[in-house]
């Protein structure tokens, strides 16, 4: 296998038009229009290397894929407040889009729950579930955060992804697991209950617990454990009768079908829908319409902040997921082409009538596991798609709901992390209240409020740290060239010289606390003679960072101290000498840190500065 993928991925970096001989004189030309177009085409680059042994892999890992995909595209529609065949619906073209588009060799797109979460959200926001207004706006969710992520694309603009911090998407997660897990009580239990934050939900169960149908409670309780025993016993015991280790894991990653096919047997046989259990009922059957989003101006205008932060959240997650994968393999995605693939894939989601989708971290697992070479696989995952909706949606008749409701807890319980907390609290003060407050704020108001806190408070907390960074009083470690913290090793210092470490870039948000710390020390040291800025850390120094070094320097001047830089970098030099603060320097510009303390250490007076060193402001 790997030797395979690696011949694969060489091959790709092969010219095309050179193999068995010379390119002709107008192949450069060719191979550089090629490679522009496969820039925002992925599929002419791996398209050019498939061979049979590549479908093989690929159509089998589609099968597998396909078979946990039908029971998990019917649940997170479900989880959407839309009717389960659009969850069919966008499981087909936008699959077929990201082959075209995307660059993950193994990503799997479609519906996942968070995502399904957040349209329910969004759309219940505007009108009552069930309505087709409500469909409506699920399908120009997808538009629009479509048209978002191929824009963000086409501009390069994939960084923005990194105003999630990681405790943020964390914490956001753990809630919507908590949220979704709590949200299809209702169908386990069989009670009609609503509410879009945790309380709500917790409290209309509980006020409709007199209403449990025990027929539905029969389904949905072992429904729920079964499930939960293949996600943790079925492979043991497949590979103890005998199976492989890859085997096991697939045939017990199809463990919903089974728990669908017989819940829909019990149904049958003993009449569970005369009995008040909800069931699936009919779903149409055929292939996804052609459907059109909402052009209408206040509709938009409701939709679009849920569909930028939905756009994000899935962008993060499938990238994040993309990444994982390719890296096993050695291979790489481009996050601003996955963008464009991503951006495609709900454009198509919504001319299909489907709702917003992105890379599924449980699909793209068994995808990659299943052998899937190329995004090929993903197509013929949506040709069975397609082929379950012309020919198997009447065999779901009966299919209770909560046997998808099982379905979703098992899968989205997967996503509550109980361990990060502890950990960022010994790690991070800052990035543990991040994580929690964006739970909390999920949790008590709903997903967009908690996902927006999240952000808002992560830079906020960015913003303090920065405007307090760290620095340090250092001196020379003995017998080296080496400089160390003063409060944490044993190292060589004099009373007439101050070193200090400063250990980041010089910006409007600390230029003032700089000014502040350098002063404070000095006036706690009444034999300092020379200040030394060590700057090895210094990646930047604003206006604001050389306003408050001018002032530094003034006031160390006006107190016969002399203001000296060490380690400064190339293009943090290169633009202090294009200004007049070099050749106002009351001391010198070192190259080392090291010559810098060896000279003054042995000069207890007022600094003296050649001319010649002054003018080319480096000694």
């Known amino acids: 296998m790997a030797g395979t993928a690696a011949s694969q991925d060489r091959s790709l970096m092969e010219p095309a038009g050179t193999e068995g001989g010379a390119a002709p004189a107008s192949a450069p030309g060719q191979r550089q229009r090629a490679h522009a177009l496969a820039q925002y085409f992925p599929i002419l680059e791996w398209g050019r290397s498939y061979n049979g042994a590549v479908l093989t892999r690929d159509l089998v890992a589609a099968v597998v894929v396909t078979i946990m995909l039908i029971p998990q595209s019917l649940a997170y529609a479900l989880l959407a407040g839309l009717p389960p065949v659009v969850g069919l619906y966008a499981s087909i073209l936008p699959l077929v889009a990201y082959a075209i588009f995307g660059t993950s060799r193994t990503l799997a797109v479609g519906p996942v729950a968070v995502v399904s979460l957040m349209t329910a959200s969004a759309a219940g926001a505007v009108a009552a579930q069930g309505t087709a207004l409500y469909l409506e706006a699920a399908i120009t969710l997808a538009a629009l955060s479509g048209i978002m992520l191929a824009v963000l694309g086409l501009l390069r603009m994939g960084f923005l992804a990194n105003l999630l911090s990681h405790p943020v998407i964390s914490g956001f997660i753990t809630a919507s697991g908590i949220l979704i897990a709590t949200s299809q009580l209702k169908h386990i239990l069989g009670v009609g209950a609503g509410g879009d934050t945790w309380p709500a939900m917790l409290g209309g169960i509980a006020a409709a617990i007199d209403q449990i149908n025990p027929w539905t409670l029969a389904i949905g309780v072992p429904a729920t454990l079964f499930l939960f025993w293949v996600r943790k016993g079925l492979k043991p015991l497949l590979v103890r009768l005998g199976l492989t280790q890859h085997a096991a894991d697939i045939v017990a990653k199809a463990g919903p079908v089974a728990a669908v096919a017989a819940t829909i047997v019990a149904a049958l046989a003993l009449d569970l829908g005369a009995r008040g259990v909800n069931l699936v009922g009919a779903i149409p059957q055929g292939l996804p319409p052609f459907a059109l989003p909402s052009t209408n101006p206040d509709l938009i205008a409701q939709l ?109 319980l997967s996503l509550v992390d109980l361990k990060t907390p502890g950990q960022l609290w010994r790690y991070s003060k800052a990035d543990f209240a991040a994580h929690m407050v964006t739970i909390v704020i999920t949790l008590l108001a709903g997903v967009e409020l908690g996902v927006i806190a999240g952000v808002a408070v992560g830079l906020l907390l960015y913003l303090w740290r920065a405007s307090r960074p760290h620095a340090a009083i250092v001196g020379r470690v003995p017998e080296t060239e080496h400089f160390r913290n003063i409060d944490r090793h044993d190292v060589f210092t004099v009373p007439h010289v ?90 010198r510009v070192f190259l080392s840190q090291n010559r810098a303390f060896r000279e003054l250490a042995a000069n207890g007076g007022p600094p003296e500065v050649p001319p010649s060193d002054m003018a080319r402001g480096m000694i």
């Open 304 to 412: 679009w902040v849920p569909a930028l932060l939905i756009s994000i959240i899935g962008f993060v997650e499938s990238v994040s997921v993309a990444q994982t994968l390719a890296a096993k393999r050695r291979q790489r995605i481009a996050p601003n082409q996955e963008l464009i693939g991503l951006g495609a894939s709900n454009i198509a989601s919504a001319f299909s009538g489907g709702y917003p989708v992105t890379g599924g971290f449980a699909r793209s697992v068994v995808n990659f596991d299943a052998g899937a070479e190329t995004p090929a696989a993903g197509a013929y995952t949506a040709v069975g798609i397609a082929l379950a909706g012309l020919f198997l949606t009447p065999l779901l008749f009966s299919l209770p709901i909560a046997t998808l409701a099982a379905t979703i807890i098992v899968a989205v």
């Open 498 to 587: 101050l070193s200090i470490r400063i250990d980041e870039s010089l910006t409007y948000l600390n230029a003032r606390w700089l000014e502040e710390y350098v002063l404070e020390e000095v006036a706690d040291r009444p034999a300092v003679r020379h200040v030394i800025l060590m700057c090895s850390a210094v990646n930047e120094i604003d206006a604001s960072g050389l306003e408050s070094l001018e002032a530094i320097n003034h006031r160390l001047a006006d107190a016969g101290i002399g203001l000296h830089l060490s380690e400064v970098k190339g293009p943090v030099m290169d633009r202090l000498n294009r200004t007049d603060f070099v050749a106002e320097l009351s001391g």
